[in-house]
T-cell receptor
Framework: DAGITQSPRHKVTETGTPVTLRCHQTENHRYMYWYRQDPGHGLRLIHYSYGVKDTDKGEVSDGYSVSRSKTEDFLLTLESATSSQTSVYFC???????????FGPGTRLTVT | AQKVTQAQTEISVVEKEDVTLDCVYETRDTTYYLFWYKQPPSGELVFLIRRNSFDEQNEISGRYSWNFQKSTSSFNFTITASQVVDSAVYFCALSELDQTGANNLFFGTGTRLTVIP
């Protein structure tokens, strides 16, 4: 158990509304990531963080922003949700030792 | 640019059969890491194995084995004597080193394995 929680676990929202997903870790890992999973695409990186206030874009960052004001929390914000952002969102952490990432349970987001 | 290809979208086998999941990767780096993850029907992502580019030794863990061949840029995964609990989507992934140390993962599109009792 990598001590990662995501909230909410499920959310339905309307097009045009802002949405924030939260990833919380209990073990003070430096690296945190947000991915989305869609059929036929596997997992694709949205944004990542390499420290407090240190973030960068991934492969599919358009329409998303992130913030990391504390080591334990990494927030993903959809400023104005669109139907194309309907997906399952996974947060991950990577311990400093080793290169594998460990994933949270996921958030299923539906934008209607 | 990095790329991971899992050409097998879906595989079905009968219980106790052996099955190999293929993974082919592309990278320009000489130092990189390869991974396999399992996603059972419950939806969580489970880390199975990590391999670095300097270690081509095959690895065996119980019924699971992995064959890493740099010459063919492949990192294949074999399940011996498959069981119903092996039914899942399996993802292969590649990580390259970067300046931040984040070493982001690039995933293949996954192979859905169904083991029929």
């Amino acid at each position: 158990d990598a001590g990662i929680t995501q909230s909410p676990r499920h959310k339905v929202t309307e097009t045009g509304t802002p949405v924030t997903l939260r990833c919380h870790q209990t073990e003070n890992h430096r690296y945190m990531y947000w991915y989305r999973q869609d059929p036929g695409h596997g997992l694709r990186l949205i944004h990542y963080s390499y420290g407090v206030k240190d973030t960068d874009k991934g492969e599919v960052s358009d329409g998303y922003s992130v913030s990391r004001s504390k080591t334990e929390d990494f927030l993903l914000t959809l400023e104005s949700a669109t139907s194309s952002q309907t997906s399952v969102y996974f947060c991950a952490i990577r311990p400093t030792v080793g290169n594998e990432q460990y994933f949270g349970p996921g958030t299923r987001l539906t934008v209607t | 640019a990095q790329k991971v290809t899992q050409a097998q979208t879906e595989i079905s086998v009968v219980e106790k059969e052996d099955v190999t999941l293929d993974c082919v990767y592309e990278t320009r780096d000489t130092t990189y890491y390869l991974f396999w993850y399992k996603q059972p029907p419950s939806g969580e992502l489970v880390f199975l194995i990590r391999r670095n580019s300097f270690d081509e030794q095959n690895e065996i863990s119980g019924r699971y084995s992995w064959n890493f061949q740099k010459s063919t840029s492949s990192f294949n995964f074999t399940i011996t004597a498959s069981q119903v609990v092996d039914s899942a989507v399996y993802f292969c992934a590649l990580s390259e080193l970067d300046q931040t140390g984040a070493n982001n993962l690039f995933f293949g599109t996954g192979t859905r394995l169904t083991v029929i009792p």
